[in-house]
Every structure is written in structure tokens, then in C-alpha cells.
């Protein structure tokens, strides 16, 4: 706590995250059950790096930004993540300075703003693919790839930048709790004790400059290939279309339904622990389900890690059998 000369207010530098409020002895389960979600949301987004990278089966324009959403997801949840399990171990509170809440929500809200545009690329380049399939080379090749890759890290990382600095103009003199499990901006806004009307209307036009585009073309995307799928006369031909299209369906589903669900509902005390439970969703879940979601559904996928685990026991029996060789 600082006090300010002029106005004899005292400034606050840190917050108290209040979690999932103060669990006592209760705390080790969901302890276990955030870590081990953790660990596996990690390994999961990696191997599928791992396996766009050594497998050339799969350097096409959808596994190249399979491997890149992955990349995103791991960096969005280390944001949130590893903290909210600290805190947990503490008996689910815990505090975090004022600095330290604007880097998370940089790196959270640059995660999330690039991962809504990178959704939007995928969502193109499989209208290409079902719609244009004589176009798709041409349309998708390696440069137009990197530049859709380019612009949603710059979009998601200006949209951060802007709304980073106009929360550094904020002073916070009133409480020092956030009731969340992380630093997110209409917790913080709450704690401002200067005016944050402005602020707070910037911040609409800012969310609906830079995620209203790439959801509507996200939606305008699968409604043409919605309808192209179901122009398609035979039913193994409609499958199979809708099979290429469909797991990142459901990931589109899954993070956009329950962002607008936290963001639309009302700001009330008594809704706090219901957005909390929603914010989980796209925070905790999503990450976790994508790479179960493109493997369980992808038989390339699948069949990139069988080969991964045969060339890993491959590599181990030689070295065993060099090892065996050396003894004797």
C-alpha cells in the first residue's frame, strides 16, 4: 500500500485473488485435479507440435495451424494456470500485485485475441478446401499460410497493447479483492477508483473491433460449407466432407459460446460465481479438450503418434541393444 501525496488516498499494489473462495482442508482435490489437467493440457498441445513437425504426412495447411492454435493454447492457459494452482495449494487464495495482474492479462487477453483470428484462418482454409478443392493449392500455399498466421498474432497482440495501457491509467483505492480465479479486466475495472466510463466503452469498441470480425467469418465460413455438405448427393460424400470440419466445429463451439455466455450475462454479485464456473470453459477446458478433440477424431493424427511410439521404441532397443554390445 502506498499513500498518494495530493488527494490522501491510499493506492493499492496488490490484489487479492479470492478464487473459488477459502477452502480450508478442502483444497488439496481440486489441488490434484487443476494440476493434473495442467500437465496433460501441456503434453497434449506439444505432441501435436511435435508430431506436425516430424511427420510429413501432416505439413499441410491444417496441421500447420493445428500446430500453431497448440502453441497458443499452451501460452493461454500458462498464463492462467499455474497461478490459480499455487493459489489452490494456499487453501485457493492468493495475491498478486498490480504489475503482476496486467502481465496476465496481457498475456492471457493477447493468447485469446490471436487464437480468435487464428479459429477464423482455420475456418478458411477449410471453406477452401470443401468449396474450392480445385483452388485449395493455390489459395492456401506456404506464403498466404504464414501471413493468416502473421495477422492474428499482431491483431491478438495489438488488441492486448491497447487495452494494457488503458488499464495502467487506472489507480485502484477502494479494495484490493478480485472475486476470480485470474486477472480478468471487469474484475480489475471494478477496483478502479477513478472514473472508468470512457474506459469501459473503449474497451466494447476495442472487443468488438477485434473479435466480431473473425467470428463473423468464422460463422459466414461454415454456413457455406454447411451448405455445400449438404448439397452433396451421396451420404458417405457428406461424412466424409463434414469429418474434415467438424473437430475444429466443436473447439469453435466450445470457446465462443461460453465467452459470450460470461460476457453478456449481467454484472452481479450473484452471477460471480456462475461466470466463474463458465470462465473454467474457455480458460481451463478448451485447451485441455483440443488435442483430444484432433486426435480422437483424426485418423492422421493418430497415425502420426503410432509411428512416433514405433520410431521412440526403435531408437530405445538399438540403444539397448548398442549398450549390451558395449559390455560385452
Known amino acids: 500500500m502506498e499513500k498518494t501525496g495530493q488527494e490522501n488516498q491510499t493506492l493499492i499494489t496488490e490484489f487479492l485473488l479470492l478464487g473459488f473462495g477459502d477452502l480450508e482442508d478442502q483444497w488439496f482435490l481440486p489441488f490434484l485435479l487443476f494440476f493434473v489437467i495442467y500437465i496433460a493440457t501441456m503434453a497434449g498441445?506439444?505432441?501435436?507440435?511435435?508430431l506436425v513437425i516430424t511427420d510429413h504426412h501432416l505439413h499441410t495447411p491444417m496441421y500447420f495451424f493445428l500446430a500453431n492454435l497448440s502453441c497458443l493454447e499452451s501460452c493461454y492457459s500458462s498464463s492462467i494456470l499455474p497461478l490459480m494452482i499455487a493459489n489452490l495449494s494456499k487453501g485457493g487464495q492468493g495475491t498478486i500485485s498490480v504489475t503482476g495482474c496486467m502481465v496476465q492479462y496481457y498475456l492471457f487477453g493477447s493468447s485469446g485475441?490471436?487464437?480468435c483470428y487464428l479459429l477464423a484462418a482455420m475456418s478458411y482454409d477449410r471453406y477452401v478446401a470443401i468449396c474450392k478443392p480445385l483452388l485449395y493449392r493455390t489459395l492456401m500455399n506456404g506464403q498466404v499460410c504464414l501471413r493468416l498466421i502473421a495477422g492474428s498474432c499482431i491483431n491478438?497482440?495489438?488488441a492486448a497493447n491497447i487495452i494494457v495501457y488503458l488499464m495502467h491509467q487506472l489507480?485502484?483505492?477502494s479494495s484490493h479483492e478480485i472475486n476470480h480465479f485470474f486477472c480478468d479486466i471487469n474484475s480489475i475495472i471494478k477496483q478502479a477508483c477513478n472514473d472508468t466510463h470512457?474506459?469501459?466503452l473503449l474497451l466494447i469498441c476495442f472487443a468488438g473491433l477485434f473479435s466480431l470480425p473473425p467470428f463473423l467469418l468464422t460463422l459466414a465460413s461454415y454456413v457455406s460449407i454447411i451448405s455445400v455438405i449438404?448439397?452433396?448427393?451421396?451420404?458417405s460424400g457428406r461424412k466424409k466432407a463434414f469429418s474434415t470440419c467438424s473437430s475444429h466445429l466443436i473447439v469453435v463451439f466450445i470457446f465462443y459460446s461460453t465467452i459470450m455466455i460470461v460476457y453478456t450475462l449481467p454484472k452481479t454479485e450473484?452471477?460471480?460465481?456462475?461466470?466463474?464456473v463458465f470462465?473454467?470453459?474457455?480458460?481451463?477446458?478448451?485447451?485441455?479438450?483440443?488435442?483430444?478433440?484432433?486426435?480422437?477424431?483424426n485418423k492422421e493424427v493418430k497415425g502420426a503418434f503410432r509411428k512416433l511410439i514405433s520410431r521412440l521404441g526403435s531408437f530405445q532397443r538399438k540403444q539397448g541393444s548398442n549398450f549390451m554390445h558395449s559390455l560385452l
Open 45 to 50: 498441445n506439444i505432441l501435436i507440435v511435435v
Open 113 to 115: 485475441a490471436s487464437e
Open 156 to 158: 491478438g497482440f495489438l
Open 279 to 297: 470462465s473454467l470453459f474457455y480458460t481451463v477446458l478448451t485447451p485441455f479438450l483440443n488435442p483430444l478433440i484432433y486426435s480422437l477424431r
Open 270 to 276: 450473484a452471477l460471480g460465481d456462475l461466470k466463474k
Open 198 to 200: 470512457m474506459l469501459e
Open 230 to 235: 449438404l448439397r452433396i448427393p451421396s451420404s
Open 171 to 173: 489507480r485502484f483505492c
